[in-house]
């Protein structure tokens, strides 16, 4: 195989963790939202909880962007 569509390959493969963050942001925002309308007085105090995940999840995909990069143009 030649390296320079094993880079390719590679940089597909590490791309595969962005649609991770996708379905993960997904789950999150619809769980608060089925939360939120069940008992709308604690969705407030929840929110910052929302925030937090919602940011750990989308640096795991711009973490795997990034990896990505890397391996197309390193």
Same mark, same amino acid.
């Given at each position: 195989?030649?390296?320079a569509s094993a880079k390719m390959i590679g940089s597909g493969l590490a791309a595969i963790g962005? !649609? =991770?963050a996708g379905v993960g942001l997904g789950v999150l925002f619809g769980n608060y939202l089925q939360a !939120?309308?069940?008992n709308?007085? !604690?969705a407030a105090s929840q929110q910052t909880m929302l925030f937090l995940g919602m940011a750990l999840t989308e640096?795991?995909?711009?973490f795997a962007?990034?990896?990505s990069l890397l391996l197309?143009? =390193?």
């Open positions: 195989m030649d390296p962005m !649609a =991770g !939120a309308i069940r709308p007085s !604690a640096t795991m995909g711009l962007f990034v990896m197309r143009f =390193g």
